[in-house]
């Protein structure tokens, strides 16, 4: 049976781009002389999907990389972070297990991310972080929207005396 080598992206949001992700993958590829348009390489790209808002099962690229593994079809697995295959620890140790069930190889490509090992205690305290980075991201950005609506909802920001009021935008109103 072929065995692929698979690279994941994943970017929360329409305003996001993949190609941080894309190009680091490539540059990976190209160190173990393995050219993009490989045959045995698959690209899955879950673009504008958050992992925060959306279960596992609810991010259809996710999806088919595990019953890609599960169906012992995958060899190795190239993705930017830990955190673009989950933001929830159970999440992410499901998934450890997974990878270390189906013995698949996984490399992370971001410069800092320690490398993955197969060790569901070591693996599940990475999951922690990813966890917590995202409901920290989650809580600046609901703080931000609270204190600043944004202008496309027709709302001028307007400070006066140390007081902040909003003002609807007469050229936006419909």
Request: proline letters at 2%.
């Amino acid at each position: 049976m072929k065995k692929f080598k698979v690279i994941y992206t994943r970017v929360s949001s329409a305003a996001q781009s993949l190609e941080l992700q894309e190009t680091a993958a490539k540059r990976y590829l190209e160190s173990i002389d393995l050219s993009e348009d490989e045959e045995t390489i698959i690209y899955l790209s879950d673009y504008d999907v958050s992992a925060t808002k959306l279960k596992m099962d609810q991010r259809p690229k996710l999806v088919e990389l595990i019953s890609l593994i599960k169906e012992g079809k995958v060899e190795k697995l190239i993705v930017y972070k830990r955190d673009r295959l989950a933001r929830n620890f159970y999440e992410f140790v499901d998934l450890t297990k997974i990878f270390i069930k189906y013995n698949v190889e996984v490399v992370y490509t971001a410069s800092n991310e320690p490398p993955f090992k197969n060790k569901l205690a070591l693996e599940a305290f990475y999951g922690m972080f990813g966890q917590l980075e995202g409901e920290n991201i989650r809580t600046r950005t609901d703080d931000a929207r609270k204190q600043y609506p944004s202008r496309l909802f027709g709302y001028t920001r307007i400070k006066e005396d140390e007081q902040v009021r909003y003002q609807i935008n007469e050229d936006k109103e419909m």
